[in-house]
């Protein structure tokens, strides 16, 4: 195909009401004005729980860091260090395993806990629900990253969606440098969001999911 034909080509895939749909969106969710001062109720609150993470009040079980085989710990290492670093954390990771047992996990989703160095399991998932949603029948375990939007809008304000997606972007690099400096397998997969949001017990409503880090084979 020559530069004529892709140019053509291009033009004729543009769809005009997306871009400006996606435009829209865009202004919406950016500043025009400087940011007034904040209520002092307001920031208290957030210097309070700016590095918290949010956790499931369903709770099955702890499992701590000891216990959890090293490709695991890597993940974990990386996650809380790039955490760590941020002033604030509006992003909910969430590690989901999809076979009977991974790296000394077992079946079912798990939050973080960086205060106790330990996952908190919140739920058991049905294993063969969990293979329909990866059409990619080789993904084992699956890390992923929702942005918290009630937190991010009472911080961020009409910014919230943007740093939101920022954090996400920081984290997904810090995972994917750390896989590859510790030769983690990686895998691409085709998730529905919402059914699998759904499945995994978080509220879509308020939890957004931004990107699903996946991940195959036995470690």
């Not at 080509?9 to 543009?14: E, L, P, R, T």
């Not at 699956?142 to 009630?150: A, G, K, N």
Request: hydrophobic share 40%.
């Amino acid at each position: 195909m020559n530069n004529f034909s892709q140019d053509v080509y291009f033009q004729q895939g543009i769809s005009s009401a997306e871009i400006v749909k996606i435009l829209k969106f865009h202004q919406s969710n950016i500043c025009v004005l400087d940011p007034k001062e904040e209520h002092p109720a307001k920031t208290e609150w957030i210097n309070t729980n700016s590095k918290t993470i949010l956790k499931s009040d369903t709770h099955i079980h702890e499992v701590f860091l000891s216990e959890i085989v090293a490709p695991i710990v890597y993940i974990y290492t990386a996650l809380k260090e790039e955490f760590y670093g941020f002033p604030v954390v509006t992003t909910l990771p969430v590690l989901t395993i999809t076979t009977d047992d991974y790296c000394n996990l077992t079946q079912g989703s798990y939050t973080f806990d960086f205060e106790k160095m330990c996952l908190h399991k919140y739920k058991d998932n049905v294993h063969d629900d969990l293979k329909d949603i990866f059409y990619n029948k080789n993904v084992s375990m699956s890390l992923s990253l929702f942005l918290d939007i009630e937190k991010s809008v009472f911080i961020h304000g009409n910014m919230a969606y943007i740093n939101g997606i920022m954090q996400v972007g920081m984290l997904t690099k810090a995972i994917n440098d750390c896989c590859k400096e510790n030769s983690i397998p990686m895998t691409q997969a085709f998730i529905n969001t919402q059914k699998f949001t759904n499945l995994i017990g978080i509220n879509l409503r308020k939890q957004l999911l931004i990107n699903n880090i996946c991940f195959g084979g036995e470690l």
